[in-house]
């Protein structure tokens, strides 16, 4: 079965088509970061405008490259939330009017089961069950998933996403947006010895995540020193190693506690190079395996929205032709079986 699958739940415009027998045929990317980065941040009606401008044109592009067919495509998968909702919107109407004049099955998926399957594009595939690591920039979690369909939340941030905490920092030490990436290049020229800052809610039990507080820190830290580039890149390190330490004592608590022997690595923060060399260190030394998406899989993206649809439609589950989108929805209300 090959489907066509559409992301446009934040500020990438993502769309791929997968076939559930010779795998990804293609994918393409529209990132409106230019758009976006004179705000210093996204804004939704922007970012859905822009979706409507730069969809379809994708699709086309996408399916010459992938030299497909329209009337190859069996199923059409759209990201339905969480997110934004003008911008899922356009999404889910392009969607199920491209299933409707295809006459094909069209499905709703949630974004972060997306990411949560990213890293089954990559060879290996990891077998289940696994441990998930998911750290976007508005989710940190620590999911176990059973089986495709069944994700049970071990721990979440209580507060700021680790994606988020990671954008406000940079914001307050004046890098531009997106943040995460910015403040990774800067923090590579930091003292890892300059600053040490607090790894919030490791001392604690559990499995839950805090980083509002951290970028708290930094403010007052900032404040208190003389303001030069060296400072800045201190800062940006102590902060980078902070997150990755404590993300890295939770994934080791997770691992301990649920006995699982598979660790995944998904959503944008997934993209930083020390968080995955450090998650590698730590499954080694724990003999448990670490797969991680490419890292241009692990920020949004077509690819996984296609899978997640597609392992779906193959069983024959789809949407009527009605459609609506979710601003907020707790993936452990999925429970689907495909088996
Ligand atoms: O998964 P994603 O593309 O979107 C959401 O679903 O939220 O994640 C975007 C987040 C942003 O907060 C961005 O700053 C962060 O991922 N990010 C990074 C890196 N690349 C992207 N954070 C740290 N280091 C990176 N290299
Ligand atoms: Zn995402």
Known sequence: MRVLGIETSC???????????????GHALYSQTDIHAQYGGVVPELASRDHIR????????????????????????????PGLVGALLV?????????????????????LEGHLLAAMLEEPA???????????????????VAE????????????????????KTAKLLGLGYPGGPALARLAEQGNPDAFNFPRPMTQRPGLD????????????????????????????????????????????????????TRLIIAGG????????????????????????PRPIFCTDNGAMIAYAGAIRLETGQSEPLAFNAYPRWPINELNYSVS
């Not at 923060?269 to 991680?292: D, F, P, T």
Request: glycine share 8%; hydrophobic share 40%; with cysteine.
């Open 126 to 144: 990891p077998s289940f069950p696994f441990l998930a690591l998911l750290v976007s920039g508005g989710h940190t979690q620590l999911v176990e």
């Open 91 to 111: 999404g889910a109407a392009v969607g199920r009017s491209l299933a409707w004049t295809w006459q094909v099955p069209a499905i709703g998926v949630h974004h």
């Open 11 to 25: 500020d990438e415009t993502g769309v791929a088509v997968y076939d559930t027998k010779q795998g990804l045929l």
């Open 209 to 260: 995540f805090s980083f509002s507080g951290l970028k708290t820190h930094v403010l007052t830290t900032w404040r208190a020193q003389t303001q030069n580039k060296q400072t800045r890149a201190d800062i940006a390190r102590a902060f980078e190693d902070a997150v990755i330490d404590t993300l890295a004592i939770k994934c080791r608590r997770a691992l301990k506690q649920s006995g699982l």
């Open 148 to 167: 495709i369909g069944k994700y049970i939340i071990l721990g979440e941030s209580v507060d700021d996403a680790a994606g988020e905490a990671f954008d």
């Open 54 to 81: 730069k969809l379809i044109p994708l699709i086309k592009t996408l399916l010459n490259e992938s030299h497909t067919k329209p009337d190859e495509i069996d199923g059409i998968a759209y990201t339905a939330g």
């Open 269 to 292: 923060v997934g993209a930083n190079q020390r968080l995955r060399s450090r998650l590698g260190e730590l499954a080694k030394e724990m003999s448990v395996s670490v797969y991680y």
